[in-house]
């Protein structure tokens, strides 16, 4: 079974499925994608079998019983996209529970990693970079979860190499939500351990070493940005173009005409989605949420990551990288809108319920057996 659960975890976090659709066809996808969901039913079946992670189950069934209402796309993207949800949510608590930080921290290194192999061997014009995710910013967003698993790490310097190439990995994606969280996180860190000051001069390092990679190709506005932080003259236009706060505003109006059964489903996913008039998504998965199945699954989301985040914290100082996972979770929903589609995010997320709820159940014990 170990060989069969290292093989879900590659084609979940280096991203096969996604990166085989774009770059050979979409039966190379489909194909990887019908591994992967097989796969974690034969592990259902084969292991012992837990209790599904029934509010994310709830959610999915709301969302998308809500949203269909409205939906007059193809049925068949939809009924996949729902079976798959619905296979991961049920299928795969043992999974979680027999998978640690460790492994997941392994294999999202690898992924970071080619982040730097699509830099130094597959350079493009675009300038922004994102190895096997093909999108720079879920890209970004892989290399901070990968970054806060880092702090369970025991053997030191693997944990400063795994840092350092987390960082310098999603400062090549010249996503501002990474170098935001990034910074968050680190501050958070040093509350938690003065030691870990330390990361804030490996990731100045690594700002540095890019910087002075003057024969590299990196897109010019956010390199130039990026530069202009350590000057006098901070490029505040390029740093605030396009925010997400922007794309919000477009579907103010939209948001309001059916908040009961919201829109429909994909209605806010914007491009060939369209059907509410805004042609670019909505960049937030909160509002997708509630734009697309209306006020019951938004306010479900809202509620299973605010106590995702307690519970966390409840073991802040035996397990920090749960608050850690839990912040950038949380944040990286205000600014994308595929909730259902990333299955990395959707994974970290049922593994950190699975493992908070487990700790907690821990503690009680510890707690009952003090009290005899």
Known sequence: ???????????????????????????????????LYVSITIYFIANKKSNPII?????????FLISSINYTGVLNEFFSNFIKYLILTLFATQLFKETNSNELCFFILIGAVSILINVLVFPDNYGRYSGLYINPNRAGFVCLLGFSLTYKLKNIPYRFIAQFLFIIGGIMTFSRYF???????????????????IVLFTGLIAIL????????QFNNDRFNALKSVFSDDVDTETISKNSRDETWA?????????????????????HEFDTVGVKVGVHNSYLMMLGESGILPFLMLIIIYIALFIRSLN?????????????????FL??????FDNLISLFISLWLYEK???DNEIDLLIDTENDK
């Open 250 to 270: 477009e579907y103010t109006e939209v948001l309001f005409e059916n908040p009961i059964l919201g829109n429909g489903y994909r209605s806010f996913h914007g």
């Open 356 to 358: 908070v709820k487990k």
């Open 315 to 331: 073991h802040f100082k035996t397990h920090p990288e749960y608050t850690y996972l839990a912040i950038i979770l949380m944040t």
């Open 209 to 216: 070493i890019i910087i002075s990679s003057t024969s590299l």
């Open 179 to 197: 170098i935001l969280i990034l910074l968050f996180i680190n501050l958070i860190s040093i509350v938690s351990n003065k030691k870990n000051v």
């Open 334 to 339: 205000l600014v994308s809108h595929n909730f």
């Open 1 to 35: 079974m170990r060989i069969l659960k290292y093989l879900i975890l590659v084609l979940m976090f280096l991203n096969v499925p996604s990166f085989g659709v774009i770059n050979f066809g979409p039966i190379v996808g489909a194909f990887f994608s019908t591994l």
């Open 55 to 63: 509010p994310f189950a709830i959610l999915g069934l709301l969302y």
